[in-house]
């Protein structure tokens, strides 16, 4: 088939472990989208279940890489899009149904001007289609202490999708379970930080794509449906690799005269967070926090020496300028909307 040089070429790169499920229930709509130039590649991340076979024998026309390890999130992407020739990457998770033409309005977004480097599309629920999604809902922001949240979602607070969000804005961070993002800037940048493993790692990537001079934003036009937690589910490794990941990533990236400060009251804050959790009952989770602050604390010279901080955070697009923490547990505010400046939603 022709395909027109004009029409930028895309990859949609789904990255896959013991999957099979997911593959089997969200791929037929991935196939079904409108864009012309696009490749459908599937990454296993060594999956021990029928994945690869049940893919092989059911669409032969899905491209198949096979990784012999599991490298995570961050790792499994960079192994991957190394071997992968396209104008733009879709870094999509299994568990996300997409609609038809979910490809045109983000990439002719992205085409329209240089300077974005990535974007998302809204994110709803798959289970409750009327509501955003965790993930990243309508775009990801993050607050002066790091705290990551989202036009839609504060903490596990997911709002009703009743258009509130519908404009197209810059943010701080675009979600991984659908983010689109040119492979000349994904590469330049060295893809993400391997050690992440998963989570949080579309988050420093994309602060970095901001300290590079790119933008982030969130094109509502394009819709998905996210199920959420496919791959990692909740637990004590899910929470480890968030509160240690978030740490590392304000220690590499704010500046020392706001590092010091905000890395002791996240601390302060964690800790406060995991004693609260074992008074109610929750021992992994109190476990979990001691051991990310353990790892940070027994790394810290190293981490440090990866400081690429050039711009204060406030500097930056997609960052609030208070504490969700102090508004949405102390001031009872849960959504987007009543936290942050009504004339940034």
Request: hydrophobic content about 45%; overall charge positive; proline content about 3%.
């Amino acid at each position: 088939m022709n395909i027109s040089k004009n029409i930028p070429s895309v990859a949609i790169v789904i990255l896959n472990y013991n999957g099979a499920h997911y593959l089997q229930q969200f791929l037929p709509s991935v196939l079904s989208s409108t864009y012309t130039n696009k490749r459908i590649i599937v990454a296993d991340n060594a999956s021990i279940d029928n994945s690869v076979s049940w893919l092989t024998n059911t669409y032969p026309e899905v491209e198949i890489l096979l990784n012999l390890q599991n490298d995570g999130f961050a790792g499994g992407y960079n192994w991957a899009l190394k071997q992968i020739n396209a104008d733009y990457y879709i870094l999509l998770n299994s568990d996300v149904f997409v609609t038809p033409e979910w490809i045109e309005p983000i990439i002719n977004l992205m085409e329209s001007d240089s300077t974005i480097a990535a974007c998302q599309p809204k994110l709803l629920s798959y289970s409750n289609p009327n509501e955003f999604e965790y993930a990243g809902a309508c775009g990801g922001w993050i607050d002066i202490l790091g705290y990551p949240f989202a036009r839609g979602r504060v903490f596990d607070y997911m709002e009703v999708d009743t258009g509130q969000y519908n404009n197209t804005v810059p943010v701080f961070w675009a979600s991984g379970a659908a983010m689109f993002i040119k492979s000349t800037v994904f590469n330049a940048l060295n893809g993400f930080t391997t050690s992440f493993f998963a989570h949080q790692e579309e988050i420093e990537l994309c602060w970095r794509i901001q300290l590079a001079g790119y933008k982030i934003f969130v094109c509502p036009k394009s819709i998905v449906y996210h199920l959420g937690a496919g791959t990692l589910q909740k637990g004590g490794r899910k929470i480890y690799l968030n509160f240690r990941n978030n740490l590392i990533m304000l220690i590499m990236h704010l500046p020392n005269n706001e590092k010091y400060v905000k890395v002791l009251l996240r601390f302060l804050l964690d800790a406060l967070s995991a004693w609260k959790s074992l008074l109610n009952g929750n021992i992994s989770f109190f476990w979990a926090v001691v051991k990310a602050h353990a790892y940070v604390l027994l790394h810290l010279n190293k981490i440090q020496t990866k400081n690429r901080a050039k711009k204060p955070m406030q500097s930056l697009q997609g960052v609030y300028s208070g504490s969700i923490v102090w508004q949405y547990f102390f001031k009872r505010k849960k959504t987007f909307a009543e936290i942050v400046d009504k004339k940034r939603l």
